[in-house]
């Protein structure tokens, strides 16, 4: 007679055939222990925070089924486990994910469980915009933390906003958050905020191309931003100061392309933010700051929508 396995044994297990295959991790988990207890406790319909006990315990044949089926859509799809589960975790809550949005993972989530302390005065956040929301996970995360706050999702990609809104649904925040479908500032008019934050694309297009397949999975929408990672960036830091009211504060994600960025703009005095958990490539610039290089980041705009222009002249003769 076959002997069943408890469930530890089963996340174990799991983990050696997620390694073993030769999967990549990084979305939301950085290896194959706890990828696998995100897929097992998901297929047996068990809070992360399962107790010693409940681990000991022994599932059903059907609860096992369960369980294998998922690890091996795990291996065959190399979907990341929050595409596959429908939901992901950021800075201590829940939210719906797919394959219309990028699986919430910044080092930004830390900023916001302490409340953008000490370089944001809580009192005096009253509008807060998430540009390039995705799934809203970095706006609606925020308005939790400022419960006084209004808060735009802004978003290019419709998709996108559809799964920002049920986001916003699900969190109950339908009164104080809104999703804006906008090119960046786009149609966002006269609107100034207090704090924006922004995790845009920021991988090089090269790059792109050599990511994992796991990443592949993801929309190139909410990667690709040309070829050094910053296109999205500069034409953002060129158009923020007329968003931001007096005193407000621009935080942004820029990842591996923290360098690229240094080396373009050397002069420009970012505040580059330490994070306990992991994590880098998050700066953080003062409305002030933004107005004093103005003109900096507009010329640097301006040269590149020139070469875009010159590119797409050519591609056409």
Same mark, same amino acid.
């Given at each position: 007679?076959?002997?069943?396995?408890?469930?530890?044994?089963?996340?174990?297990?799991?983990?050696?055939?997620?390694?073993?295959?030769?999967? $990549?991790?990084?979305? !939301?988990?950085?290896?194959?222990?706890?990828?696998?207890?995100?897929?097992?406790?998901?297929?047996?319909? =068990?809070?992360?925070?399962?107790?010693?006990?409940?681990?000991?315990?022994?599932?059903? $044949?059907?609860? %096992?089924?369960?369980?294998?089926?998922?690890?091996?859509?795990?291996?065959?799809?190399?979907?990341?486990?929050?595409?596959?589960?429908?939901?992901?975790?950021?800075?201590?809550?829940?939210?719906? $994910?797919?394959?219309?949005?990028?699986?919430?993972?910044?080092?930004?989530?830390?900023?916001?469980?302490?409340?953008?302390?000490?370089?944001?005065?809580?009192?005096?956040?009253?509008?807060?915009?998430?540009?390039?929301?995705?799934?809203?996970?970095?706006?609606?995360?925020?308005?939790? %933390?400022?419960?006084?706050?209004?808060?735009?999702?802004?978003?290019?990609?419709?998709?996108?906003?559809? @799964?920002?809104?049920?986001?916003?649904?699900?969190?109950? +925040?339908?009164?104080?958050?809104?999703?804006?479908?906008?090119? +960046?500032?786009?149609?966002?008019?006269?609107?100034?905020?207090? =704090?924006?934050?922004?995790?845009?694309?920021?991988?090089?297009?090269?790059?792109?191309?050599?990511?994992?397949?796991?990443?592949?999975?993801?929309? %190139?929408?909410?990667?690709?931003?040309?070829?050094?990672?910053?296109? +999205? @960036?500069?034409?953002?830091?060129?158009?923020?100061?007329?968003?931001?009211?007096?005193? !407000?504060?621009? @935080?942004?994600?820029? !990842?591996?392309?923290?360098?690229?960025?240094?080396? %373009?703009?050397?002069?420009?005095?970012?505040?580059?933010?330490?994070?306990?958990? !992991?994590?880098?490539?998050?700066?953080? =610039?003062?409305?002030?700051?933004?107005?004093?290089?103005?003109?900096?980041?507009?010329?640097?705009?301006?040269?590149?929508?020139? $070469?875009?222009?010159?590119?797409?002249?050519?591609?056409?003769?």
């Amino acid at each position: 007679m076959e002997t069943r396995q408890t469930i530890r044994q089963l996340i174990h297990d799991g983990a050696a055939r997620l390694e073993s295959a030769g999967l $990549v991790f990084g979305h !939301g988990t950085d290896n194959a222990l706890d990828e696998s207890a995100t897929l097992v406790l998901h297929a047996l319909e =068990l809070p992360f925070d399962v107790t010693d006990e409940q681990l000991d315990t022994v599932p059903s $044949v059907r609860q %096992a089924g369960r369980v294998d089926t998922l690890l091996e859509q795990r291996i065959s799809s190399r979907k990341p486990a929050a595409y596959l589960t429908g939901e992901a975790w950021f800075a201590g809550l829940p939210f719906y $994910v797919d394959e219309r949005v990028l699986v919430p993972r910044s080092p930004i989530a830390e900023l916001i469980e302490e409340g953008f302390s000490p370089w944001v005065d809580q009192g005096a956040i009253a509008h807060i915009l998430d540009l390039c929301t995705g799934s809203g996970c970095i706006g609606i995360a925020s308005a939790l %933390a400022f419960p006084d706050a209004r808060v735009d999702l802004a978003d290019l990609s419709t998709d996108a906003l559809e @799964v920002a809104r049920r986001n916003i649904r699900r969190h109950a +925040l339908d009164s104080r958050v809104r999703a804006i479908e906008s090119d +960046l500032f786009g149609n966002l008019g006269d609107n100034r905020y207090d =704090l924006i934050v922004s995790n845009p694309p920021y991988v090089a297009d090269e790059e792109v191309r050599r990511l994992p397949e796991e990443y592949r999975h993801e929309p %190139a929408l909410g990667l690709s931003a040309g070829d050094d990672g910053l296109d +999205l @960036v500069i034409r953002l830091l060129s158009a923020a100061p007329a968003h931001l009211g007096p005193g !407000g504060m621009l @935080v942004v994600e820029v !990842g591996y392309s923290q360098p690229a960025l240094e080396s %373009a703009f050397p002069e420009i005095p970012f505040l580059w933010l330490e994070f306990a958990y !992991g994590g880098e490539g998050v700066f953080l =610039l003062e409305r002030e700051q933004l107005v004093e290089y103005h003109f900096v980041f507009e010329q640097a705009a301006r040269q590149r929508r020139q $070469v875009s222009i010159d590119s797409e002249v050519r591609t056409d003769e």
